[in-house]
C-alpha cells in the first residue's frame, strides 16, 4: 500500500493516480497520520464498491461498541436493564 501526504497530493496528482493504478490503493497522510483511502474502482463495481465499504464501516463501527462496552462492564446488563436505560433517556429528551 502506497502512502502519500497531502501536500504531495494536491502538488502531483498524476504521480497519485498512476500509484493508484499500480497499487490499487493509496492512502492519503497529513502530518504523518493517515487521513483519506483512495482506492479504485470501475463504474461498473461503484456501487458495489460504495456498499461493501459501507458495510465494513458499520461492522467496524460495532465492533468498536461491543469492545467498549465489555470494558466499562455494560455487556453484563439484562435485557430489563437495558429497557430501564432506554426509558430514561426517551423520557429526558421530551
Given amino acids: 500500500m502506497k502512502f502519500v ?4 497530493f494536491r502538488i502531483r496528482p498524476g504521480s497519485v493516480w498512476d500509484s493508484l493504478e499500480k497499487n490499487k ?5 497529513s502530518n504523518g497520520k493517515p487521513i483519506a483511502l483512495l482506492t479504485g474502482v470501475s463504474d461498473v463495481a461503484l ?3 460504495l456498499m461493501a465499504l459501507r458495510r ?3 461492522e467496524l463501527a460495532v465492533s468498536r461498541m ?3 462496552a465489555i470494558q466499562k462492564g455494560l455487556s ?3 435485557t430489563k436493564e437495558i429497557e ?3 426509558t430514561a433517556t426517551r423520557k429526558m429528551r421530551k
Fill in 5 to 8: 501526504t497531502v501536500r504531495d
Fill in 25 to 29: 490503493e493509496v492512502v492519503i497522510t
Fill in 47 to 49: 456501487d458495489d464498491a
Fill in 56 to 58: 465494513a464501516k458499520a
Fill in 66 to 68: 461491543r469492545k467498549a
Fill in 76 to 78: 453484563k446488563f439484562t
Fill in 84 to 86: 430501564t436505560e432506554i
